[in-house]
């Protein structure tokens, strides 16, 4: 993925440079199209539109809460890794992907202020 600095500097050459996207897409080494996209939105940030349901994560979003704040509680070198949280809960019946965890799990963290 391009960083934020890259969409940055896409940003200077088309507007304070006037070079073409073609230009700064040969210049860059990249594809038309992400230029054409840092031009186009200047926060490059991607947002859900719609929350969905998770019935996966519902069964287990106290179980995760719960290890999460636990976590949080202990010493560095004793806090479990999300992976590792995930293998237990995996353990314990969950069916949902890695990804689905740790986004149930931002979430949890967010709202705990973790």
């Known amino acids: 993925m391009i960083e934020m600095v890259q969409y940055n ?9 006037h070079k073409s996207q073609r230009e700064i897409a040969k210049e ?7 230029v054409k ?5 200047p926060e490059q940030k991607y ?6 349901d998770k019935p996966v994560n519902g ?20 806090k479990l890794t999300k992976r590792r949280i995930y293998e237990l809960i995996c353990e314990e019946g ?5 990804s ?11 709202k705990l202020g973790i």
């Not at 947002?47 to 969905?52: I, P």
């Not at 106290?62 to 949080?72: P, V």
């Open 59 to 78: 069964d287990f979003e106290k179980r995760i809460k719960h290890l999460l704040e636990y976590n949080s509680n202990q010493p560095k070198n004793q």
């Open 37 to 41: 996209r840092a031009i186009k939105n």
């Open 94 to 98: 969950y069916k949902g992907s890695y």
């Open 100 to 110: 689905s965890f740790t986004y149930q799990a931002r979430k949890i963290e967010e």
């Open 9 to 17: 500097y896409i940003r200077f050459l088309y507007f304070n440079k």
């Open 28 to 34: 860059m080494g990249i594809h038309r199209a992400t």
């Open 47 to 52: 947002h859900m539109n719609v929350e969905r």
